[in-house]
């Protein structure tokens, strides 16, 4: 079983690499990476119509 001092988290006051892609990835030698995945097509019209507005408006 993990703890969370198993875990490293990312420090910004110590050195990291920002690439892009289509998304930005933030690294950092020995920190803990997350990965997230969704389908494409996981969320309702409705709500991404909904978290369009509230991030551009």
């Known amino acids: ?3 969370i001092s198993d875990f ?3 420090d910004p006051d110590a ?3 920002v690439t892009f892609g289509d998304l930005p ?3 950092q ?3 803990t990476d997350f990965i997230t995945d ?4 996981s969320n309702p019209l409705a709500a991404c119509n909904r978290i ?4 551009y408006h």
């Open 52 to 55: 369009m507005a509230q991030r």
């Open 1 to 3: 079983m993990l703890r």
């Open 29 to 31: 030698p020995g920190a």
């Open 15 to 17: 050195e990291f690499q």
């Open 25 to 27: 990835h933030w690294q």
């Open 38 to 41: 969704r389908l494409s097509d």
């Open 8 to 10: 490293q988290f990312f």
